[in-house]
C-alpha cells in the first residue's frame, strides 16, 4: 500500500480462493499458525488495512494487531484506527471464558473492536456476551468460523461481511 484507498477502492475485496483452501486445510489438521496466517492474509486484502502477527507486550501476545489507514468514510470510522483479532483453533465452540478474556485484552489497548477467528464458531453463552460487552464497554467483537471463511473463499466479501456483524451487534439484532 503506497497511499491511502479511494472510496471506490474501499470497498473492493478480492482474495486468490485457492491460499485461502490451502490455509484453511493447514488449520484444519492443527497448525495454529495456518489460521492466523490465514486471518493475516483475509484483513490484508481489504484496502486500506495493515496487519502485525504475533506482537508482544508484557502481559499479553497478540495473534494480529490490524490498522485501518485512510480518510474514515464508512461503519470501519466507528472502530478508530487499530484493532486486534484473536485465532482460536480449538476443537470446540469459543465460549464466555474466551470472550471475556479477549475483551479484557481489548479493553486494556482501549481497542473498541475486536475479531475472532474460531474454526468452530461460538456457543449461546458467547454470543450473549458479545451483546453485553458491547453495551457495557461500548466494545465490538465479532467472530468468524470456517463456514464464513469458505463463504469468503466463495467471493463472499469480507468487507460486507464486517458491516453486518457489527452492524448486529451495534443494533442489538443478533436474536435473528
Known amino acids: 500500500m503506497t497511499e491511502a484507498p479511494s472510496s471506490t477502492e474501499s470497498l473492493h475485496y478480492v482474495v486468490s480462493s485457492?491460499?485461502?483452501s490451502w490455509l484453511l486445510d493447514r488449520a484444519k489438521s492443527g497448525d495454529d499458525a495456518a489460521l492466523e496466517d490465514l486471518?493475516?492474509?483475509?484483513?490484508?486484502c481489504i484496502a486500506g488495512s495493515r496487519c502485525t502477527k504475533r506482537q508482544q507486550s508484557p502481559s499479553t501476545e497478540?495473534?494480529?494487531?490490524?490498522s485501518i489507514e485512510g480518510i474514515p468514510m464508512d461503519f470501519r470510522?466507528?472502530?478508530g484506527r487499530y484493532f486486534v483479532c484473536e485465532c482460536k483453533n480449538s476443537k470446540h465452540k469459543i465460549d464466555f471464558t474466551d470472550f471475556a478474556k479477549f475483551c479484557r485484552v481489548l479493553d486494556s489497548v482501549k481497542v473498541r473492536f475486536g475479531i475472532v477467528f474460531s474454526r468452530m464458531g461460538m456457543q449461546d453463552s458467547a454470543r450473549r456476551e458479545q451483546q453485553?460487552?458491547?453495551?457495557?464497554?461500548?466494545?465490538?467483537?465479532?467472530v468468524f468460523d470456517?463456514?464464513?471463511i469458505e463463504r469468503i473463499m466463495e467471493g463472499e466479501n469480507l468487507v460486507t461481511l464486517l458491516r453486518e456483524r457489527y452492524e448486529a451487534i451495534r443494533l442489538d439484532l443478533l436474536s435473528g
Open 146 to 148: 470456517e463456514a464464513d
Open 77 to 79: 470510522a466507528e472502530w
Open 18 to 20: 485457492n491460499y485461502v
Open 39 to 44: 486471518a493475516e492474509y483475509l484483513i490484508s
Open 132 to 142: 453485553k460487552i458491547f453495551q457495557d464497554r461500548g466494545i465490538a467483537l465479532v
Open 62 to 66: 497478540y495473534d494480529l494487531v490490524c
